[in-house]
């Protein structure tokens, strides 16, 4: 193009201004970046006395429930009152776990007045998981993390291959029976295996690590393993599945059934949960050695590595907030009825500097999930395992 084809001809009038080139990646993310940690300071200061008589309003219903729950199993003369028992231990127990336990373990109520018994280096959930081993492999691993391969170790459980980051390998192909049939039963008896490295001792991830959390096979690594798992197991499971239902004499079966009943109904449920929250085909994962050059990339990469979906106000509850993980993901140390209350605005950022935000149907989000999985379990073989792993 010649110069002077440019130039507009003295006294003419200057045409419309031409459109702007979109802002380099740099610059977006900065802007995210002073956007959210804007968002975030304000809504940290609101944090406080509400947020504590929320989380003690909690923990009593939920001892309500635990009460009518067990009562309720033991006395039952019929099958409705049963079940009623049932729902009521079950309500409890998804509670503890999520809407006070998640929270509390990620420090959301940490050096608040008033929030003694909820700082998380002290809390202790009604939950078949190490405390300790949750905090080490959920709260730094997991989130400082998301679904990077190599450093997350929540991109796969056993079998079931979460993203296309993790090696493929023939066992893959059991993923999704086994996730439906196995995992999502029993999910927090598998969680506390994962976490305390019980799982590493015995088998390997399918990465060139091998392990997710031990260092190593050795007798006293394998003994610290077995030692974090089991003081866990043995006294939730022995009041669940042996003192409660010898209580009922006779009809101890009735209790044991109850009881598991209680547990695998929340187990199924946070299992959904957490499957909708990270899995799906849009669902962004990262290559081995990826890292984000700034904080608005981090922020950037944790929303394109989860999913939120639209759920009523009592069954977010039940989800402890993580229907909306886009902003558990970015602000994890927020009480979840914060997390709810910033989601419109969380959105609006994501629109604002183009950054996907997904959110669906929880049917249609956990649909997605485990048709990825699916998806997952056919794809790749031992020749691209030995590919990736070179």
Request: proline share 7%.
């Amino acid at each position: 193009m010649h110069l002077e084809a440019s130039v507009a001809p003295a006294g003419s009038v200057p045409g419309p201004t031409p459109p702007k080139a979109p802002r380099a990646d740099a610059e977006r993310f900065r802007a995210l970046g002073d956007d959210l940690d804007a968002l975030k300071a304000r809504i940290t200061a609101e944090v406080g006395a509400k947020d504590v008589r929320y989380v003690r309003a909690m923990r009593a219903l939920s001892r309500v429930f635990e009460a009518t729950g067990r009562v309720l199993i033991h006395v039952s003369p019929e099958p409705v009152t049963f079940l009623a028992g049932v729902t009521a231990l079950w309500l409890h127990k998804q509670l503890e776990a999520t809407e006070i336990g998640h929270t509390a373990l990620h420090g959301a109520y940490d050096g608040l007045p008033g929030a003694k018994g909820f700082e998380s280096e002290t809390f202790r959930w009604d939950t078949p998981i190490d405390e300790a081993s949750w905090r080490n492999g959920h709260n730094l691993r997991h989130h400082g993390n998301t679904n990077v391969a190599g450093r997350d170790p929540d991109i796969h459980f056993g079998p079931v291959r979460l993203t296309d980051k993790t090696p493929y390998h023939r066992i893959n192909r059991i993923g999704l029976p086994f996730s439906l049939f196995v995992l999502f039963p029993n999910f927090a008896f598998l969680m506390n295996l994962h976490f305390t490295g019980l799982s590493d001792a015995y088998h390997d991830n399918g990465l060139p690590e091998r392990m997710d959390f031990l260092k190593d096979r050795s007798p006293a690594s394998v003994r610290g393993a077995w030692r974090a798992a089991l003081r866990k197991y043995v006294p939730y499971y022995f009041w669940n599945y042996v003192f409660f239902p010898a209580l009922a004499g006779p009809m101890f079966w009735k209790v044991l059934l109850g009881n598991w009943m209680a547990e695998t109904m929340r187990d199924v449920y946070s299992a959904a949960t957490i499957y909708c929250g990270h899995v799906g085909p849009e669902t962004k994962s990262y290559d081995r050695g990826h890292r984000p050059k700034s904080r608005g990339e981090w922020y950037a990469m944790q929303i394109e590595a989860s999913n939120d979906y639209e759920v009523s106000w009592v069954v977010s509850v039940l989800c402890g907030g993580l229907d909306r993980q886009i902003e558990h993901h970015l602000f994890p140390t927020l009480p979840p009825q914060r997390l709810r209350q910033i989601a419109p605005e969380v959105r609006a950022l994501c629109e604002r500097h183009g950054i996907e935000y997904r959110t669906d149907t929880w049917g249609r989000t956990l649909g997605k999930a485990l048709g990825h999985i699916a998806a997952l379990s056919r794809q790749g073989g031992v020749r691209q395992v030995l590919r990736e792993m070179a």
